[in-house]
């Protein structure tokens, strides 16, 4: 029932900034959690950040705190990731995803989640 789109990827230098956009489609989005994944070459997909239906509550790995920022537009079905400070370890493909129910939690496990995007690839040069 959600269909999700990434844009926003590319390459960037070192300290340089980027937004990735997920827009999905379906009813209900406001009610979905969304999270942003990402998978090095040769690492495991993982979390980076995830957000609840309604935006209330966020979540951060560690190593990104302070550095991406998530955020939603429900009016636009779409979920943001805002990526400052950029470093090398940071190339990566990264998706989004969304959950089928509808919750006020937000969720940062492969498995918490239903509808994937394509990913998109976030090259940082050093």
């Known amino acids: 029932q959600v269909q999700l789109v990434e844009s926003g990827g590319g390459l960037v230098q070192t300290g340089g900034s980027l937004r990735l956009s997920c827009a999905a489609s379906?009813?209900?989005?406001?009610?979905?959690?969304m999270g942003w994944f990402r998978q090095a070459a040769g690492k495991e997909r993982e979390c980076v950040a995830a957000i609840s239906g309604l935006g209330g509550r966020t979540y951060y790995v560690d190593y990104v705190k302070g550095r991406f920022t998530i955020s939603r537009d429900n009016a636009k079905k779409t979920v943001y990731l805002q990526m400052n400070s950029l470093k090398p370890e940071d190339t990566a493909v990264y998706y989004c995803a969304a959950r089928r129910d509808y919750t006020a939690s937000y969720y940062y496990g492969i498995y918490d989640y239903d509808y994937w995007g394509q990913g998109t690839q976030v090259t940082v040069s050093s």
């Open positions: 379906g009813r209900a989005f406001s009610n979905h959690a």
